[in-house]
């Protein structure tokens, strides 16, 4: 019963702090002293703080990498890269289903970038930029850049969270490909079904606006194809296997140099701009409200709300909440799929209690390593259940650390683009579908054999 109400204690704290504008690091702060509470004699105190410090710490890569996000999208708009793909996409894209060529854009960057996080600050940028020129509404374009960008979590062999699956799993890469793709590709059908249908309204533009909008961009900066340099930089370094801090960092510092050598700003100011974010000045109303980041420091609450999930998450698994909630539901599974689908199922739980897709992939698969064997389940399985549940569907959450770092991008929540990020709701949903077929074709085989 205690650990029901620590439970609802968290869902209370952080559906308060959002429904009034509190940070979310406060909500977290009461939620692991509502939990404490709950929790007493399950744990001591000293020994706790210590180790939510040491979680804390532990990745602290995660912070550098968020405040390379901020820097990097104040880099590549103070060297003119976000504007010169605006322009080129904007001639592009001209009478073209904007919507669909989002998601298509973004997933296969987001592939080979290996990062749904930084798909989005950097090319989700431009086309939302373009996406504003053309009169669509912004929530519904960014909801299909999530969906397209997390596609690099579910499946991409570059992606952190992909390869930590593998290795919980015990599963390599080219062995899952095929068994991965039973349930993406009808997911990605379905979700470019829905994007061409959406975006059919926004097809159209006025060509003379789209010449206006160009023309504004060249006087107020230097439009140059040689600037794709740096996004296709970016995307090499991503697939040569660079670490995440790596490929951004020379993606920031290469925005640097743009900005110095070839828009013309002084160093000092670019810096600034890194740092505190950058506005542009076109004297168009609608350039200036797009072309624009809050750098380094607006991504310091996100960090600081990051510190508290990562804390929270760490003492739902010292307190031993997760496997005194979930472990019974393990032991409830009958076959192979079954045991899939309860995975899944508190997989997603998980990635929405812990605020973090960690706890979501790790704990299930630590107790499926456990059983699979028993019930013969391929880890191919195991890898895809996981990556269609847990890992895929963190955006949708507003209190989630993807969603609250996408806001501390673009300015657009997650309440506002969740209904746009099909892929995200439709993954689960094709994978579950699946397993539960699949679990009652078992059992009625198993009853005819007997």
């Keep these: 019963m205690k650990d029901i109400f620590a439970v609802a204690g968290i869902v209370a704290c952080i559906a308060v702090s959002l429904m009034t504008g509190v940070s979310l690091a406060i909500g977290f702060i009461a939620a692991i002293l509502l939990c404490a509470f709950f929790q007493t004699g399950n744990f001591s105190v000293k020994p706790a703080l210590q180790s939510m410090w040491k979680a804390v710490a532990e990745v602290k890569m995660l ?40 998601f ?33 509404p912004l929530p519904i374009l960014l909801g299909a850049a999530v969906s ?32 991965m793709c039973v349930t993406f590709i009808p997911t990605l059908v379905i ?44 995307v090499v370094l991503a697939l040569s296997g660079k670490p995440s801090i790596f490929s951004i960092g020379t993606g920031v510092l290469t ?27 076109t004297g168009d109303g609608l350039l200036d409200g797009i072309l624009k980041s809050g ?11 990051v510190m508290c999930a990562v ?3 760490d003492f739902l698994e010292l307190s031993g909440m997760n496997a005194r909630i979930f472990g019974k539901y393990f032991d409830r599974a009958k076959n192979g799929n079954q045991l899939l689908v309860v995975s899944g199922a508190i997989s997603i739980v998980l990635t929405a209690l812990t605020c973090d897709q960690t706890a979501g992939i790790v704990l299930p698969l630590k107790i499926l390593r456990k059983r ?6 391929d880890p191919a399985m195991v890898v895809r259940t996981i990556s269609d549940t847990g890992t895929i569907v963190a955006p949708l959450m507003p209190w989630n650390i993807n969603a609250l770092i996408i806001i501390g991008i673009t300015g657009i929540g997650a309440m506002e683009y969740a209904p746009y990020a099909v892929l995200c709701i439709v993954a689960p949903l094709v994978s579950m579908t699946h397993l539960f077929v699949m679990s009652k074709f078992h059992l009625k085989n198993t009853k005819n054999a007997a």
């Excluded at 997390?150 to 919980?168: E, R």
């Design 295 to 305: 750098g380094m420091v607006g991504m310091v609450e996100v960090i600081l709300i």
């Design 311 to 313: 804390a929270l998450s």
């Design 372 to 377: 699979a064997g028993s019930f013969g389940i």
């Design 104 to 136: 298509a854009i973004t997933a296969a960057a987001g592939y080979f970038m290996g990062t749904a996080i930084g798909t989005i600050s950097t090319f989700g940028i431009a086309i939302l930029g373009i996406g504003a020129a053309f009169g669509i």
């Design 63 to 102: 912070y550098v990498i968020i405040l390379l996000i901020g820097a990097s999208v104040s880099s590549w708009l103070a060297g003119g890269v976000v504007q010169t793909i605006m322009v080129y996409g904007l001639r592009a894209m001209l009478g073209k289903n904007v919507v669909l060529m989002t």
């Design 255 to 281: 925005g640097v140099a743009f900005s110095v050598i070839i828009q013309g700003n002084g160093l000092v100011e670019t810096l600034r701009a890194i740092l505190f974010g950058f506005q542009a000045h």
């Design 191 to 234: 979700s470019g079904l829905f994007y061409q249908f959406v975006g059919m309204r926004f097809v159209s533009a006025d060509a003379g606006q789209v010449m206006a909008i160009d023309q504004a961009m060249r006087e107020a900066f230097v439009i140059h194809p040689g600037l794709f340099l740096l996004p296709v930089t970016v």
């Design 148 to 179: 397209g960008a997390f596609v690099s979590d579910k499946i991409s062999p570059l992606s952190g969270l992909m390869n930590l699956t593998l290795a919980g799993a015990g599963a390599k890469y080219r062995d899952v490909v095929k068994t």
